[in-house]
């Protein structure tokens, strides 16, 4: 079972070959939680692949909301991207320094734009480094190009459209947590959120999704097996969340390699959904 979309996953040795091609764009999409340090940034200052430009997911994002890091306007987008360089041609290639936990959440925040040309490097940092591949930290000063935005909201689902499907059962919601966190048995890391989970939805931790040596994703056919095991069916169209929305995004990445076009992010997660009020909350083995 090949993937649906070989082209949104780029190997290490493809990389390599392709680094100096003029429409090629190198994003290193790293994040850490608030607290964690070194910082993301100062680890892409340290070293990156040649030519990368840093993709800062609190940076790119709505800085009215007091949620963390949700998605930016179209002109706010527009501007970043011109910024780093990137056109709306550009092949776009992102990874991260865990392998992947946030270059999802880039590519993610990508196609929600409208960027066709965009993929996800298959194991990110840790395996181009076990390859002795080159690293560097001359930090490039790309050349702005002109990017325009078309925000796509297909992509995106929003605290009061989960609300309404509490009641419609028309969408699947699938967690990316861990279990404990899923069932309300560890605290949230973000603070003041309650633990639990939206009452309905299934979980599928994000790491799952990838090999624990390589960091590199699993074979299409084992991925599908795992969105099966998780109860996750192809009758109804699905929504991924998580912490804060970043992780949510491994698993629509994971979701699109399968052939799935139905599939949308809750941006706010739970983040949002965690906080005090109007939102029911369920804990325990579902």
């Known amino acids: 079972m090949p993937y649906a979309h070989p082209e949104a996953l780029v190997s290490t040795e493809w990389l390599a070959a392709h680094l100096g091609d003029a429409d090629l764009r190198v994003v290193d999409g790293s994040f850490k939680m608030p ?20 993709f800062d997911i ?9 949620l963390p890091h949700m998605l930016p306007g179209e002109a706010a987008f527009a501007a970043s991207m011109s910024e780093l360089g990137i056109g709306d041609s550009d092949m776009v290639v992102v990874y991260d320094a865990a392998g992947l936990v946030s270059a999802a959440r880039a590519w993610w925040m990508l196609r929600v734009f409208g960027h066709k040309r965009v993929a996800i490097l298959d194991g990110g940092l840790p395996k181009w480094l076990s390859e002795g591949r080159p690293v560097t930290a001359d930090i490039p000063t790309p050349t702005p190009r002109p990017y325009n935005a078309r925000f ?3 992509l995106v689902r929003t605290k009061a459209a989960l609300m309404a499907n509490l009641t419609s059962k028309r969408e699947q919601i699938l967690d990316a947590r861990t279990k404990e966190r899923y069932e309300g048995a560890a605290p949230e890391p973000w603070p003041g959120r309650r633990p639990g ?16 040596r390589s960091k590199t994703f699993l074979p299409a056919a084992e991925l599908q097996k795992q969105f099966d095991a998780a109860g996750a069916t192809r009758d109804k169209p699905v929504v991924t969340s998580c912490g804060s929305g970043v992780t949510a995004c491994v698993l629509a990445f994971g979701l699109y390699l399968t052939g799935r076009d139905d599939i949308a992010v809750y941006d706010g997660s739970w983040a949002e959904w965690g906080l005090s009020g109007d939102t029911p909350v369920a804990t325990g083995k579902p």
Do not use: F
């Open 197 to 212: 989970r939206i009452p309905g939805s299934l979980n599928l931790p994000h790491g799952n999704l990838t090999d624990p």
């Open 152 to 154: 796509n909201p297909a």
């Open 58 to 66: 609190d940076h790119i994002a709505d800085h009215r909301s007091t």
């Open 35 to 54: 607290g964690v340090t070194p910082l993301a940034i100062d680890d892409y200052r340290a070293r990156h692949i040649p030519g990368a430009v840093y």
